[in-house]
DNA sequence: TATCAGCGCGCC
DNA sequence: AAAGGGCGCGCTGATA
């Protein structure tokens, strides 16, 4: 892999960039020791339960006679057999090497106890060994952990970390989130500080393809993509768009797309949405099956992605034909001008060979259409938050602050923060990113925001709290604090939740 | 005993 | 014509 940056710029910021991670990884996050012991202790404990009521199961059984001393408990080309031959499971989902998964996935739905005891164990076996234990074994004498972060290592000039990878600590499932969070504390006397970028990637994918329509939904804070397309796939009006239905339309069509899926990947997950989610006509009490069928839509239809057969065409009235013709109004008519970038940088790419990004690094080899477009947004949205970082540590180096920075997951920045210094660390790293930033980089075309979590005193990564920041001060649920109120109205909402 | 591919799963 | 981008880490099972 060529990872040589293509001028100076790249040059530059990889090597402050350096700079600034080395300082980040000495300086380390502190870790509730105690607590992680205990954790530890009690998640073997329940692993040794789920052990006694699996062993003893009449699966198990059948899994002995089959595998004789060779059985294992862990091995997943073992429980295929076990799932699909043995206990007759329907196969619904394939690997990449067409073996049948044995993933969560293919297994949902299916009400069989011993799987879901299964499932439950793997889970608890993934948190003790990738996280409590790792974390365990990498932490100081005095209690900090020092992730390594890399910028020699992802192809599109990202950073990645390692021992531990502090880049992939649960948070989607919130009880694993809270199990793993919770060892991460702040210093004596302070707080743990989290800034993202807003939406980083659509923004910096805006700035190469320039789509107008994308740009006007960044900017106007009055239209929002997700809950159109929310209201286009599921046929609903503005109104009646849900957060769940939004949610579905961003994770399940837009980003999707935008990565390169199409809607015969798209359809079937849209579909399952509606009854995982629960989702209904908002207002209403109307489930969102029975809106669709009122539509006349009430089948999926064919998805089938086949090697002989190729892509199947459902039949219109079906689900999947209308995400196909919404699809089509997508690129042809909505982002045009994102399609029409997407082609030509791919075709130039062809052409050349190599294509350079906006942040000064040039990426030779042999990509996919998918992975040519892609590229050059990932790194560059990252460089984004490199930059933020290296100056964040300058800037409060400069005005002798004591607040640290702990942690970076590619599009966010973690401190440690002295609760006297949170106003104006704050200030700063909002007068970098929407201010400073842009005029480093004319490439910027759109707004670029940071967004803030807080972990009140006392409390853990885990309960981090949204909040606003906007001109010096900080607000929550609208209402505007000083940030000791602010500190104390949080610490009360978390204690509240426990 | 070491290494590798494949799979699964956590994150952005 | 192609058809979801990028990581690190644990584990199995095959192979050297």
């Known amino acids: ?21 080395s300082e980040v990884e000495a300086t380390g996050i502190r870790i509730d020791v105690g607590y992680l012991d205990t954790a530890r202790k009690e998640l073997k404990a329940q692993i040794k339960e789920d052990d006694k009521e699996l062993y003893s199961s009449k699966e198990w059984l059948l899994w002995r ?75 100081s004498p005095d209690g900090f952990l020092h992730p390594v972060f890399n910028l020699n290592t992802v192809i599109t000039y990202r950073s990645s970390s390692e021992k531990p990878n502090f880049q992939n600590m649960p948070i989607r499932d919130p009880e694993m989130g809270k199990l793993i969070r919770r060892a991460f504390i702040p210093r004596p006397n302070c707080v743990l500080l989290e800034n993202d970028f807003k939406g980083l990637e659509v923004c910096v994918s805006a700035c190469y393809n320039k789509d107008p329509v994308l740009i006007s939904y960044i900017k106007d804070p009055t239209k929002d993509m ?62 969102l099956k029975v809106h669709l069928a009122n539509h006349g839509i009430t089948e999926l239809g064919d998805c089938s992605i086949d090697d002989e057969n190729g892509i199947a065409s459902p039949q219109p009235g079906t689900f999947a034909h209308h995400v196909m013709q919404v699809e089509k109004d997508f690129w042809n008519n909505r982002f045009r001008v994102y399609a029409r970038w997407k082609k030509e940088w791919f075709a130039e790419y062809l052409r050349k060979g190599y294509f350079d990004t906006y942040t000064g690094f040039r990426l030779e080899g042999v990509f996919a259409r998918n992975e040519a477009v892609n590229y050059p947004i990932q790194g560059s949205g990252f460089h984004c938050l490199l930059w933020t970082l290296i100056h964040t540590i300058r800037a409060k180096r400069k005005a002798k602050m004591s607040s640290l920075v702990v942690g970076q997951i590619h599009d966010s920045m973690l401190s440690d923060i002295p609760v006297d210094e949170l106003d104006d660390f704050s200030a700063m790293v909002n007068e970098l990113v929407s ?53 104390k109205l949080l610490q009360q909402k978390v204690k509240s939740s426990e």
Not at 5 to 19: A, M
Not at 92 to 97: A, G, L
């Open 226 to 287: 997700h809950r159109d397309m929310g209201g286009q796939l599921y046929m609903l009006k503005k109104k009646e768009v849900s957060k769940k239905t939004r949610y579905g339309a961003k994770n399940k069509f837009v980003f999707p797309e935008f990565y390169g899926s199409f809607w015969a990947q798209c359809a079937p997950a849209l579909w399952e949405w509606i009854d995982l989610g629960k989702l209904m006509v908002e207002g209403t009490d109307i489930p």
């Open 435 to 487: 201010i400073e930033l842009p005029k480093v980089w004319d490439w910027i075309i759109v707004p670029m925001q940071i967004e803030t979590e807080i972990c009140p005193p006392e409390c853990t990564w885990y309960d981090k709290k949204e909040v606003h920041y906007a001109d010096g001060v900080f607000s929550l649920d609208g209402k505007q604090f000083p940030s000791s109120a602010l500190l």
């Open 65 to 139: 006679r089959r595998f004789g001393q060779n059985a294992n408990i862990d091995s997943n080309p073992q429980l295929g057999v076990i799932a699909y031959n043995e206990l007759g499971l329907e196969v619904k989902k394939r690997t990449e090497k067409g073996a049948a998964s044995t993933d969560e996935e293919a297994f949902e739905g299916i009400d069989n106890p011993f799987i879901s005891k299964l499932i439950r164990r793997k889970k608890r076996i993934k948190a003790l060994t990738t996280y409590l234990d790792n974390i365990r074994r990498e932490v």
């Open 1 to 21: 892999m060529n990872i040589t940056p293509q001028d100076i710029r790249g040059l530059d910021l990889f090597h402050r960039g350096t700079e600034a991670l």
